[in-house]
């Protein structure tokens, strides 16, 4: 792994050589690059989703899963887990759809939203979210965790796979261009972009006792990303 110094001075760069790029709306970013999507992550993640699939308690039946995409985890999870039933909400309809392709016979209920604002049809022994929850503040994450809290059964589990920002000066430097540029282009602030802006592990672990989780812990880790496990009382 880079030396920290080493990674911000390139991030600094790279945003520098970037700062004129078009920002993109979510749904646009993830539709226009479906056909190589899964090559793409797997190539980054492929342990990361096994060991988000691993995480999950081994009498899990019923789990929602955030920003669920094609599937990549899912494929691992329904390895595990074949009889699985699973809601799964993304704001993309083509990635839900290869996603319906792809586990046609599974109990699979698909929701195309965001799941800022979709209801969670609760009660689930655990919610499952990998490499989607790193573009939103704390302030935007709580009510989310809040929400995911009630809707998980006493003794639920909330896995949370995703990549983290090395320090909060990645943190705060991410977030402080995302909004320069957002002024910019006059993108309203409701509109979903796809820009990076990933929180510290210390204070998305925070976030998620704010929220009413009170053991919060790592689950997993490799170089690329982290799993966290947040359970409720």
């Known amino acids: 792994m880079k030396p920290t110094e080493t990674y911000m001075r390139e991030l600094r760069a790279w945003l520098a050589e970037t700062e004129n790029a078009p920002l993109e709306e979510m749904d646009a970013f993830f539709t226009r690059r479906l056909d190589g999507y899964e090559a793409h992550m797997l190539a980054h993640w492929a342990d990361d989703y096994k060991n988000l699939a691993?995480?999950?308690?081994?009498?899990?039946?019923?789990?929602?899963?955030?920003?669920?995409?094609?599937?990549?985890?899912?494929?691992?999870?329904?390895?595990?887990?074949?009889?699985?039933?699973?809601?799964?909400?993304?704001?993309?309809?083509?990635?839900?759809?290869?996603?319906?392709?792809?586990?046609?016979?599974r109990a699979l209920e698909l929701i195309c939203g965001s799941y800022f604002t979709v209801e969670f049809p609760g009660p689930f022994d655990a919610v499952v979210s990998f490499e989607s929850l790193h573009h939103f503040t704390a302030?935007?994450?709580v009510p989310l965790f809040r929400k995911i809290h009630r809707a998980l059964a006493p003794g639920?589990?909330?896995?949370n796979g995703d990549y983290f920002a090395r320090c909060p000066e990645e943190e705060a430097l991410l977030r402080e261009t995302l909004e320069r540029r957002r002024a910019a282009?006059?993108?309203?602030?409701?509109?979903?972009?796809?820009?990076?802006?990933?929180l510290t592990v210390a204070h998305e672990m925070q976030a998620l006792r704010?929220?009413?989780?009170?053991?919060?812990?790592?689950?997993?880790?490799?170089?690329?990303?982290?799993?966290?496990?947040?359970?409720?009382?």
């Open 185 to 198: 282009a006059h993108i309203p602030p409701d509109v979903f972009i796809h820009f990076d802006t990933p």
């Open 156 to 159: 639920g589990v909330f896995l």
């Open 54 to 105: 691993d995480a999950l308690p081994p009498g899990a039946k019923r789990i929602l899963d955030l920003g669920c995409g094609t599937g990549l985890e899912l494929d691992e999870i329904f390895r595990r887990f074949p009889e699985m039933q699973v809601v799964g909400v993304d704001l993309s309809p083509a990635m839900l759809e290869k996603l319906r392709e792809k586990h046609a016979g």
């Open 210 to 233: 704010d929220a009413g989780f009170p053991d919060v812990r790592v689950a997993a880790e490799t170089e690329g990303a982290v799993v966290l496990c947040a359970q409720k009382a």
């Open 139 to 141: 302030a935007e994450k």
